[in-house]
């Protein structure tokens, strides 16, 4: 099973305080970058696909992780080449002239080239958290499409029994492959990912580490570049942000002297009760 | 008695601070990574290793590092029992691959640089010390057998345990041989086929034994019959506790067996074991390097003790350098007393601690502190990478880098793990009453970072190895090189704009110890020899202060080139900006000290020798 993987590098959410607007725009300097988490969960839900439990040296299947984005953002890629991806798509571009019209156009283009089974995308980046990506690609290319995937198990890697995670509980669906598929955050536990060819041991819970001796060989791994332009005619991004604003500080607390002032300020000022 | 404890990682670092050693202060970039031994590595494999290890630290031994400590280790059934989840984190360790980092490619590593190994250290110690020490000891035993092991001793056992197959433990002290190793009775007894019969006792081993990997190759200094007395004589032995044939298959038990853990103040998690060698006559050890290397024990030691001191004092950094993390999160965060601006005004708005000026005064101390006994690690391990590169490209420049690592090693080993304790204890101080409960984690550090200053050699041992030896090594040449280095700083900087006051510091520091080391030399000329170890320690110590704070100032030069370029709101503003700061403080506040300390030598004052024992007290 051939498996692309889309990855996004968002600015690290646990220094999400850092954040600054300048002229309403993002200033993104000194921001540190990490891959989606979504994104990771996907990465790892394709190795977990492709991993052939009788042998562990042998891959039954190719993941292939790409980023539209800056020449940085192969940090990124890297990073998925060591825990397991087999090789890496960059589709040069600055992230101001993004939507994610564009990047699911970009990607339907490699697709176009690359024929893959099955694609795997993170359920949103969080960052814009704007949940298009996805949809929009499997739309682009008329695939069938599995959204916020909590479980997954192959049958016979022609069709997939996607557990999807919605209100009130999971709805399964199988889908034909090739198809597009969102992955959500329950699909990184031990057992929410399975195929006839799945090792006889659980997996930790989470993505897995990158062991150093496949980091050292990620250099080796292969790594190619598009133009954007050179994959879509039309490279203007629908969407066009007019400003940003950081949302106002939190006021500071109040003491109050006693249950009676406390009631009396939730009815008068608050009007909660 | 103990309460469950969670498995929550509370280990902190800051990768920021190993890029800029690595990169900024010492140019691994052009003086290492350049070189073809090194081909591997680029600077995009050393970040990433060092985030990826980070990243492991913090998700697998740093949630045990409290386990270990409530739990400890028991003896069940004659055999060690781990904390919870550490034969886990054993397993996953060797996994990943991380303690083979700078293991040569031909035994199963990575062959990373040194330096890089020695980060890689300190994340693993700091995160949790007790676990690092099984896998610690394992690779300093395995590679004691790399330099001196015939080839079937290191295709038996060093591979297996560089692969965390078999674990390793290093056997010196005994009742009667601690401090003084040439004492130890363990006696080996040829059997005439290149074995020996080991029989002995040792105590305090780490790790002696456990069940974290199937088998435990210990290496056993012992005399054989008829060797002389004194280390002279010694003799370093390969002893498995399950013997294995020639393919690695484990067999028959050897006889080795642990008589009793050790109940700690701290490391808890790591089995201090003593440990029975041949009580039943059936234990059987091959010398390191078989017949040819009797009598070599200690020399072999020898080289292996730079890398076991080295790593002792990056244990201190290790675990200074979280608890100093972890103070400085709580004082942003503990609101108490009001701002001393408002001191008259009781109704004063309750402002976090990290505003006043003695919670100011003890976290800028850590920070320079552990800072600088980083970068005096690294510098010692950057000099060892160079040592290795030039090693006969450029014998004299070679021969420069190997003199300061021998130089420096006991000032990393006795420095940084007294310094440790220090901060630790300063840690816990910032806290107040919080920081003495088990609540927050600062306790424990102090109580596991003080073993660093008694093991691998106690910090008496390490400072008279530096008066004794290191100063005259090379006929003062080393000593010469490094008061050089210092001194071209000094003569560079001492007009700077910002920190030339702090450098001047610097100066006066240096000449004092200058004075401090020829006064030194004149006590062994004059026949006053019993002054030198009565003020060893302190001269360790003046002259660890200098090396730090020449090291602190070189990054405060840095750090000022480098800010005008840097955005405001850049995080590297802020970090820059630190450098600064904790190199000034501990140029006004440290150095000066070591010209005080100078003049305690001068006074040559013994009571400490004169007074009589029994009028130590009357008890
Ligand atoms: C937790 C722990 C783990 C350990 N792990 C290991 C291990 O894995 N393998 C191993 O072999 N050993 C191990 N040790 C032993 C350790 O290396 C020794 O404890 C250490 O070398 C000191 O020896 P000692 O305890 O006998 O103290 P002593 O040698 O009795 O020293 C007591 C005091 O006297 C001083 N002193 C001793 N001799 C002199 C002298 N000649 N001149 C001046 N002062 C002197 C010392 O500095 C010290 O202050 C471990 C110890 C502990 C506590």
């Known amino acids: 099973m051939k498996i692309l993987v889309p990855l996004k590098r968002v600015a690290d959410p646990d220094n999400a305080n850092k954040v600054k607007v300048t002229a309403g725009k993002l200033d993104t300097t000194g921001m540190q970058w990490k891959p989606n988490p979504f994104d990771e969960y996907a990465v790892e839900t394709a190795l977990r696909l492709t991993e052939n439990g009788a042998s562990t040296k042998v891959r039954l299947g190719e993941v292939i992780v790409l980023t539209v984005g800056p020449k940085e953002a192969e940090t990124q890629l890297r990073g998925a080449l060591a825990t397991g991806a087999d090789r890496a798509i960059r ?28 694609i795997l995308v993170g359920k949103q980046a969080v960052d814009g958290d704007s949940n298009q990506v996805g949809q929009l690609l499997a739309e682009y290319l008329g695939w069938p499409q599995a959204t916020f995937a909590g479980t997954i198990k192959s049958e016979g890697d022609t069709a997939l029994l996607v557990g999807r995670e919605v209100d009130g509980g999971t709805l399964t669906l199988r889908v034909t492959l090739p198809a597009v598929v969102s992955v959500d955050l329950r699909i990184v536990a031990p057992t929410s990912v399975s195929s ?46 007019t400003t940003h604003e950081l949302p106002p500080p939190r006021k500071a607390g109040i003491k109050v002297k006693d249950v009676a002032e406390l009631v009396d300020k939730l009815r008068n000022e608050a009007r909660v009760v | 008695m103990s309460k469950v404890v969670q498995a929550i990682n509370r280990y902190k670092a800051d990768l920021r601070e190993f890029e800029f050693l690595l990169f900024e202060q010492f140019n691994l970039r052009t003086d290492i990574l350049a070189s073809d031994l090194y081909e591997a590595w680029g600077e995009d494999e050393i970040r990433t290793s060092l985030a990826e290890c980070y990243r492991f630290v913090k998700e697998v031994t740093g949630p045990l590092n409290a386990i270990g400590d409530a739990e400890g280790c028991k003896i069940v059934d004659g055999r060690i029992k781990t904390p919870t989840g550490f034969k886990n984190a054993w397993n996953k360790l060797y996994e990943a691959g991380w303690r083979g980092i700078s293991v040569k ?28 020490m099984y896998p610690g000891l394992c690779a300093g035993a395995a590679e004691v057998m790399m330099h001196f092991a015939t080839d079937e ?21 005994e009742p009667s041989a601690g401090s003084d190793v040439g004492s130890s009775r363990t006696t080996a007894r040829p059997l005439g086929d290149g074995t020996y019969a080991i029989a002995g006792t040792k105590i305090y081993i780490s790790g002696g034994d456990h069940d974290l990997a199937e088998n435990v190759i210990h290496l056993v200094l012992a005399r054989v019959d008829g060797a002389p007395a004194g280390t002279k004589g010694l003799t370093l032995f390969i ?12 067999g028959e038990f050897n006889d080795v067996s642990v008589g009793a853990i050790e109940h700690k103040m701290g490391i808890n998690g790591s089995a201090t074991c003593v440990v029975n060698f041949g009580e039943n006559g059936q234990c059987i ?51 108490q007393g009001s701002s001393i601006a408002n001191w008259k005004d009781a109704t004063a708005p309750r402002v976090a601690i990290i505003e006043h000026a003695d919670v100011r005064r003890m976290l800028i101390d850590m920070k320079a502190r552990v800072e600088g006994c980083r970068a005096l690690a690294i510098k010692l391990a950057y000099h060892q990478d160079m040592a290795i590169i030039l090693k006969g490209k450029d014998d004299e420049a070679s021969a420069y880098h190997i003199g300061q690592v021998d130089l420096l090693v006991p000032l990393v080993k006795a420095y940084s793990s007294d310094q440790a304790f220090r901060v630790c204890e300063t840690a816990i101080q910032v806290y107040g009453g919080a920081g003495y409960t088990r609540d927050y984690p600062v306790e424990q550090s102090c109580r596991d970072s003080k073993i660093f200053s008694i093991y691998e050699g106690t910090n008496h041992i390490q400072a008279m190895d530096l008066v004794g030896r290191k100063l005259g090594q090379r006929g003062g040449a080393n000593t010469q090189a490094f008061i050089g280095d210092v001194a071209k700083f000094v003569a560079a900087h001492s007009e700077h704009p910002r920190i030339g006051g702090a450098v001047k510091q610097l100066a006066a520091a240096q000449e004092a110890l200058a004075g401090s080391a020829m006064k030194l030399l004149y006590w062994f000329q004059a026949g006053k020899v019993q002054q030198v170890p009565l003020q060893a320690n302190r001269f360790l110590e003046m002259m660890s202060e200098v090396a730090v704070g020449w090291l602190l100032l070189e990054q405060a030069v840095i750090a000022h080139t480098k800010l005008p370029d840097v955005a405001e709101g850049h995080p590297d503003h802020a970090f820059y900006t630190g450098k600064l700061f904790a190199a000034e403080y501990y140029a006004h506040n440290v150095l000066p000290g070591v010209a005080f300390k100078a003049s305690l030598l001068d006074n040559e004052n013994t009571s400490a020798i004169d007074i009589p024992d029994a009028a130590f007290a009357t008890v």
């Not at chain 1, 040069?92 to 099955?118: F, S």
């Not at chain 1, 080796?220 to 598009?226: I, Q, R």
């Not at chain 2, 009797?294 to 890398?307: K, R």
Request: charged residues 25%.
């Open chain 1, 91 to 118: 589709i040069d571009a600055t992230d101001d002239d993004l939507d994610g019209d564009v990047v699911a156009r970009a990607i339907r283009a490699v697709v176009e080239k690359e024929k893959p089974d099955l």
């Open chain 1, 196 to 241: 006839k060819h799945s090792p006889t041991h659980t997996y930790a819970d989470g993505v897995r580490f990158a062991a150093l001796m496949a980091i050292m060989a990620a250099k080796k791994k292969p790594m190619v570049e598009f133009k954007l332009s050179e994959l879509v005619s039309d490279a203007a991004a629908k969407i066009a942000y």
């Open chain 2, 105 to 132: 490619p031909e035994f199963g590593g990575a062959g990373a640089p040194y330096a890089i190994m020695v980060m890689v250290e300190e994340l693993l110690s700091g995160s949790n010390t007790a676990f690092a």
């Open chain 2, 153 to 173: 001793q290191k295709a038996l056992f060093v591979i297996r345990m560089i692969k965390g197959e078999w674990g390793g433990t290093m056997c010196l002290t």
């Open chain 2, 239 to 250: 002893v498995p506790r399950i013997r294995p044939n020639a393919e690695g298959l484990l």
């Open chain 2, 285 to 335: 050890g091959t010398p390191v390097g078989g017949d040819a290397r009797l009598n070599q024990g200690m020399s072999q030691m020898f080289v292996m003790m730079n890398g076991a001191r080295i790593a002792v004092g990056i244990q201190g950094v290790a675990v200074a350098s979280s608890a100093y993390l972890n103070a400085l999160d709580y004082a942003k965060d503990r609101k």
